[in-house]
């Protein structure tokens, strides 16, 4: 397996960043492999625990690959061309391979079911969130891709299902600033200058207290929408994190899926010129049908 290590990082170490990366491995592994030498550099040469992180250092080693519990939902192709592919992502399935999750990820589908080992993702969606993802055909072109997202050229719409709060004035832009601490789970508001922005309103509310939001993020943060979302006193359904981190839930529980979906995604083609406007075609569970998602069905 070829690793190569990101661009930008906070890691010191090639180590730090491989017990991060590979953390579904179990604890001890990586140590494990730098002490055997199974580690290897691009010379061929062993690296050490000691050795210093270099932005886009390329890392050799095989990995022996857990049993992944498949995750039972398919992928939708909602446009492929000569530069991209865009999917519609299903809840559960993690965009690229990180920790415990490597083939059974939406990178790794893809790559074997369109016969396109050079796809790469241009963004990722947090492994519980559904909806659009945008992956690039030629890795050349993919830096282009990238930077339509970090320059914030991505118009990104989301839709969300939570309580319904009467007595807040809608619509609500909220700014913060959210910090997203190594080793933690969740991420959190502090003081200071803010780094996330996002409006956010109800399209519609019913009698059950429950409504379907339209959230519109100007910055990507770390679990931004959710982090918000609990701000707000509204917590986002199916939340494993926000407001309270709950108790883990054992391998193949696909029951009460995170309720967010990235529905909307516009941008103007960087190679082609192309005006792209894509639209997921999913529906929430809990706005469909709200006791058959809290069953678990």
């Keep these: 397996m070829r690793v190569r290590l990101p661009g930008e990082g906070h890691w010191a170490t090639v180590r730090e960043h491989l017990v991060e990366r590979l953390g579904g491995a179990g604890p001890g592994v990586v140590d494990g492999m730098l002490r055997a030498g ?31 519990v498949p995750v039972p939902f398919p992928l939708e ?15 559960f399935l993690a965009t690229t391979p990180r920790g415990s999750h490597v083939t059974e990820t939406a990178l790794a589908r893809l790559r074997r079911e369109l016969d396109i080992p050079t796809l790469g993702a241009a963004h990722r969606l ?36 939570a309580p319904y709060d009467a007595s807040r004035a809608w619509p609500v ?14 991420a959190r508001e502090v003081p200071g200058e803010p780094n996330a922005v996002s409006r956010i309103e109800p399209v519609e509310h019913r009698a059950d207290g429950l409504a379907r939001y339209r959230l519109v993020p100007e910055t990507g943060q770390t679990h ?43 941008f103007t083609d960087p190679m082609t010129g192309a005006e792209h406007r894509l639209r997921s075609r999913r529906v929430l569970g809990a706005w469909e049908s709200y006791d058959r998602w809290a069953a678990g069905g």
């Excluded at 192709?77 to 809840?91: F, I, M, T």
């Design 38 to 68: 199974l580690i290897v550099g691009a010379d061929g040469r062993a690296v050490a625990p000691d050795t210093a992180y270099v932005p886009g250092m390329f890392v050799w080693f095989h990995r022996e690959l857990p049993d992944e």
């Design 77 to 91: 192709v909602v446009h492929r061309d000569a530069h991209l592919v865009v999917v519609d992502k299903p809840h």
């Design 126 to 161: 947090d492994r519980l969130t559904a909806g659009l993802v945008l992956f690039t055909v030629r890795p050349q072109e993919r830096g282009a891709y990238q930077t339509l997202f970090s320059d914030r050229r991505v118009r990104k719409v989301y839709e969300a299902v």
């Design 173 to 186: 832009t909220v700014r913060s600033r959210i910090v997203k601490e190594r080793g933690t789970m969740a």
């Design 224 to 266: 931004q929408l959710r982090v918000h979302m609990s701000a707000l006193g509204v917590p986002i359904l199916g939340d494993p994190l926000y407001p309270e981190v709950a108790a883990p839930v054992p391998p193949g529980d696909f029951r009460r899926p995170l309720q967010l979906l990235a529905r909307e995604l516009e």
